[in-house]
């Protein structure tokens, strides 16, 4: 299903050889089947695959242990989001 979205094989393998691999190829399979486009689907897997490293730098290595850190990971991808934008907004001197 990976290859469906991403043309890339390096994309595919590295996707694939997270740990949350399996987990995320299950996920857009079952997006897929519940007809989300193609657009969706590409804009969740990075965030997926930022949460796995975000997860595994804190040596979490199961769902079960990953369920509790996902309020620890937004509040961390909104924060660095929100500095991205902060930066874009200003202007140069």
């Not at 299903?1 to 043309?7: N, P, W």
């Not at 595919?12 to 079952?30: C, K, N, Q």
């Not at 486009?37 to 595994?56: K, N, Q, T, W, Y």
């Amino acid at each position: 299903m990976l290859e469906r979205y991403f043309v890339k094989p390096e994309t595919v393998d590295r996707i694939r050889m997270s740990w949350l691999g399996p987990h995320i190829e299950f996920y857009i399979t079952a997006l897929t089947e519940q007809g989300y486009s193609a657009r969706s689907i590409l804009r969740r897997v990075p965030i997926l695959m930022r949460f796995g490293e975000f997860a595994h730098a804190r040596h979490i290595t199961s769902v079960a242990q990953a369920e509790g850190r996902v309020d620890a990971f937004v509040a961390e991808w909104l924060a660095a989001r929100r500095d991205k934008s902060v930066g874009l907004l200003s202007v140069p001197e």
